[in-house]
Every structure is written in structure tokens, then in C-alpha cells.
């Protein structure tokens, strides 16, 4: 396993089990099965209503709670100082723990930004506090961190977004790294790409002929090649699966290594096309979601 060291000094292991979409009843075991396989670093979301699965796969496991790094993500309609405070509340209450490792802010809300601030001031308030280890943001541009930056103390440990190898957002790279703000990989694998309900006419990063040719030479996977060329490269990733062998899979990619001249290969894929939401798009439906109490 290959640590990172966070702004703050706090390490988080490189690949983590992500839980997006992925069914309540189906998550339990999933957690239960990546931590059995390996796996040290969870992360979740208050949005993705699996919290609690997320906790219970966890006490399932065998592993101790203080080897575990869990992550989840407050969503926009708790942002604001006392709300965001609250769905602190909500989501330990969920997990079933005291603390969390990384607490982020899952969307900049950029409508109103002014809650995002009091939102993320309250992370600081946490984390001065010992209840979170670290504290971050998803979804945020250059322009939404440098807002940010100038109105907060704490610069983020970590900006979770959107990453794979056919939307590479090479300039929230360099602003991340501008700031030591850790860049994590969501949909590392492309998954959104892929994934059913996200538009028609979409090519799956799985099935592109540069990656596969790379996995043969390598007698890996595509998705352990992706994996592997954001390691290496030095972001965090977090691979989605709640089926036990893919999940073992996605964490066997500790023993080979990417040429420079694969990593270029790799890199040259982007086609600057995002597959998800558009973080600058309103949405005022994303305010009338209601977070459970825990």
C-alpha cells in the first residue's frame, strides 16, 4: 500500500473503495470485502445515502477503527455554519464513529457561494476542534478554490474531481498543486463514461485501444492500467465496485509499473470532454434534497 502526506501531514492511503451508487443493501458487504482484501481508506457521502451501510461493513471487518481512513462529504443543502456543523453530527452519527479522517464539501454551489464559505468554516471549526483530521472540497475549479482561498485559513487537503484518462482537468492539476492541495480521482476508471442515465453517445474508457494494448503488455486490466497511471502520477484514487472480485482487482495494482513513454500515451487521451456535472451549472434542485438525521 502507497500513502500519500496531505498538507497537514496527515497520510491517507493512495486507493480508496468509493460507494457511489452503489445500493445500501449492497454496500455493507462491499466495505466488508475491500477492507478484508486490503484496503484502508473508505469514502462516502452524505448524498449517496449509504453511510450507515458504510459504518456497519466496517465494525463487520476486522480491522481496527484507527487503521481505517474514512471520508465523506456534507451536501449542499447542509452547507451554512450551523447546518454544515449538524451534518458533522448526522454523518458520524451514521458511521457509528467519533471522528472522521477527511471531511469534504461536495459541490461548490456557486449560486450561493456565501453558504460554501460558511460551510467550509465550519470544517475549520471541526478540524481545530480534533473531530476531523483534515478538510477539503469536491468539485471545485480554479476559480471556486481561489474564492476560497481568499475568504478561508485552512487551504483544503484535498480536491476530489472528476479524473480519467478521457477528461484530465490539467488545470485544476496545476492549481491543486499551486496551493499543496491533494488532487483525488473520482470515476478514476472512467466509470462515468459508462455509466447508464449519463447521455447516449458516450465511448467508454474501458474499451480505448491505446489502454488495452498497454493492459496486455502488462497482463493487467484497463481499469488496473487507469489505476495505475493516476498512482503513479501521484493523485488518490477511489475505484467503485460492490462486486468482490473487481474489487480485489482494482486493488492488485502494487506490482507493476508504467513507462514514462505509457504515462504520455495515457495522458495524450484527453479529450477535455466532462462526463459529469458541470460544477459551474445551477442546479437549485440540489438545495431541496433533505439529508437524514443519523
Known amino acids: 500500500m502507497i500513502t500519500l502526506t496531505l498538507n497537514n501531514g496527515v497520510t491517507l492511503p493512495t486507493i480508496g473503495l468509493g460507494v457511489f451508487q452503489s445500493p445500501p443493501e449492497e454496500t455493507t458487504d462491499a466495505v466488508a470485502e475491500a477492507l478484508r482484501v486490503g484496503y484502508r481508506h473508505i469514502d462516502t457521502a452524505a448524498a449517496y445515502r449509504n453511510e450507515r451501510e458504510v459504518g456497519e461493513g466496517i465494525r463487520r471487518s476486522d480491522v481496527p477503527r484507527n487503521d481505517i481512513f474514512i ?5 449542499v443543502s447542509d452547507f451554512g455554519y ?10 458520524t452519527g451514521k458511521l457509528g464513529v467519533d471522528t472522521l479522517d477527511l471531511l469534504i464539501l461536495h459541490q461548490p454551489a456557486p449560486t450561493r457561494f456565501d453558504t460554501t464559505i ?3 468554516r ?3 471549526t471541526l478540524y481545530a476542534d480534533g473531530r476531523v483530521r483534515a478538510i477539503g472540497v469536491s468539485n471545485f ?19 476530489q474531481v472528476e479524473l480519467h484518462p478521457y477528461f484530465t ?17 473520482w470515476s478514476p476508471i472512467g466509470g462515468i463514461t459508462f455509466y ?17 494494448a498497454i493492459a496486455a503488455a502488462h497482463a493487467k486490466t484497463p481499469a488496473q492500467v487507469m489505476l495505475r497511471w493516476g498512482i503513479q502520477q501521484g493523485r488518490s484514487v477511489i475505484p467503485k465496485s460492490v462486486n468482490p472480485a473487481r474489487i480485489a ?11 514514462a513513454d505509457e504515462l504520455t500515451r495515457i495522458d495524450a487521451l484527453d479529450t477535455g470532454v466532462r462526463g459529469g456535472p458541470d460544477p459551474d451549472q445551477p442546479r437549485d434542485a440540489f438545495f431541496d434534497v433533505v439529508i437524514d438525521e443519523a
Do not use: C
Not at 471520508?71 to 451536501?75: A, D, Q, S
Not at 447508464?196 to 488495452?212: F, N
Open 141 to 159: 475549479m480554479p476559480h471556486h478554490l481561489d474564492r476560497l482561498l481568499a475568504e478561508t485559513e485552512v487551504v483544503p487537503a484535498v480536491n
Open 196 to 212: 447508464p442515465g449519463w447521455g447516449d453517445g458516450k465511448r467508454s474508457v474501458m474499451d480505448d485501444p491505446t489502454i488495452g
Open 122 to 124: 465550519a470544517l475549520e
Open 82 to 91: 450551523d447546518k454544515t456543523l449538524h451534518a458533522f453530527e448526522k454523518a
Open 118 to 120: 460558511a460551510a467550509y
Open 71 to 75: 471520508e465523506t462529504k456534507v451536501w
Open 169 to 185: 482537468q490539467p488545470d485544476v492539476q496545476q492549481e491543486d498543486a499551486a496551493h499543496g492541495i491533494l488532487t483525488q480521482a
Open 249 to 259: 482487482q482494482n486493488f492488485d495494482v502494487f506490482d507493476f509499473e508504467l513507462t
